[in-house]
Every structure is written in structure tokens, then in C-alpha cells.
């Protein structure tokens, strides 16, 4: 059995240009001591056109950005950037998951409020322990993403 706690924090609920959150998980073994892991991030975005992104109180998150131009006839859609800096322990006990900590960059371009294009480049910048213990490396992701 697992339980896990989640706080997460945005100060300006209307255009969050900062984010973090943390995560902490304990997982109940039947046989063993209870192990816990832990996670955390950091960001900070801006959309570069000035779209913001509403907060969705009653269902406790950010709803996505709505480009006031479309791409195509009226204009080039929306555009964010943003940087991330994330955590994560997944070793406990006699489990050595490892732990990581790694820097993200990105670019979202917001083609209309259905279609998204996000660039990232991920920097790995420690991992500790575990099967990849001491890789450092840089992934490059594109993902085209349709949300209804």
C-alpha cells in the first residue's frame, strides 16, 4: 500500500509565472520496513504574447493557454517559455532506486487551444545511485500534443 502527500504552490493564480511542488510517498510493505521517496520541482514560465492561465478553482488546477490569435489567418498562436528544475529520491532501505536532478528548458507554442508543440532540452545534472549511477546526459524531446 502506498499513500503519498502532494502540496503544490502557484502565488499569482491568475498568470503563475512561478510553480513548484513537492511529493512525498510512503509505501507500506507486508514484509520490511515502510519505505519512503520524495520528489520535488521548480518552475518559472511567461508566455511571451501575454496570454495568461486561468485557475480553475473549483477543480484545483491551471486550464491551458487559449492563444488570442490562432495560428493561420488571424495570427501565430501563443508562445511560452519556460525553466524547470526538478528531484527525485527512489532510494529507501534496501531499495537503491537512485536519485536525480535534472534542468529543463522549453518552448511551447500554442497553435490554437486544442494543439500544442512543445521543444525541450533536459539537462541530467546528478544521478546518484541506482542502475545509471553518475550518467549525466542531455535529452532533446518534440512532442506534438491535441487536447480536447
Request: aromatic share 12%.
Amino acid at each position: 500500500m502506498a499513500s503519498s502527500c502532494r502540496p503544490r504552490t502557484a502565488p499569482r493564480p491568475r498568470h503563475p509565472p512561478l510553480q513548484g511542488e513537492y511529493q512525498a510517498t510512503r509505501v507500506s510493505r507486508g514484509t520490511g520496513a515502510d519505505l519512503d521517496f520524495s520528489g520535488w520541482y521548480a518552475q518559472a514560465a511567461w508566455t511571451l504574447t501575454g496570454e495568461a492561465r486561468p485557475y480553475l478553482g473549483n477543480r484545483g488546477y491551471f486550464d491551458g493557454i487559449r492563444p488570442a490569435h490562432n495560428f493561420g489567418s488571424d495570427g501565430w498562436g501563443a508562445f511560452e517559455v519556460a525553466l524547470r528544475l526538478s528531484s527525485i529520491d527512489l532510494s529507501d532501505g534496501n531499495i537503491n532506486g537512485g536519485s536525480e536532478r535534472n534542468a529543463t528548458a522549453a518552448l511551447n507554442w500554442y497553435l490554437n487551444q486544442y494543439l500544442r508543440a512543445s521543444f525541450n532540452v533536459v539537462k541530467v545534472l546528478e544521478v546518484d545511485g541506482g542502475p545509471m549511477d553518475g550518467d549525466e546526459p542531455t535529452v532533446f524531446q518534440a512532442r506534438l500534443q491535441f487536447a480536447y
